[in-house]
């Protein structure tokens, strides 16, 4: 699968809400670095922060541009409410190797109506 088609595919399932789908997508070491929080290292460490997330709030990520530059993807991106970000996406033999997110967590959590640790 090309490096776009991966990162689409990776936006397809996160629509979904499908913690099981997103975590088939990373090696079984992969780095999920959402720079608002720690790294979470491993696939089944994923899946679990996935399906955290996903019981907690509903998101959406609407694609505003994927950018591609070799075994990096550059996601672009927007949700219903109006936040912004980008991720950038390492991919390597065909699955997600690393992963950073950037975000603005505070503005996520008062949208949701989570607590402000």
Known sequence: MHPTDLVSAWVEAFNRGDADALAALYHDDAVNHQVANEPVIGRANI??????????????????????????????WRDPNGLRGCGFFTIRDGKIAFQRGYWDKLSFLKLHNLPIA
């Open 47 to 76: 899946h679990a922060m996935f399906a955290k997330e996903f019981a907690a709030a509903d998101m959406t990520c609407i694609v505003e541009a994927i950018h591609d530059a070799g075994e990096v993807v550059a996601l672009e």
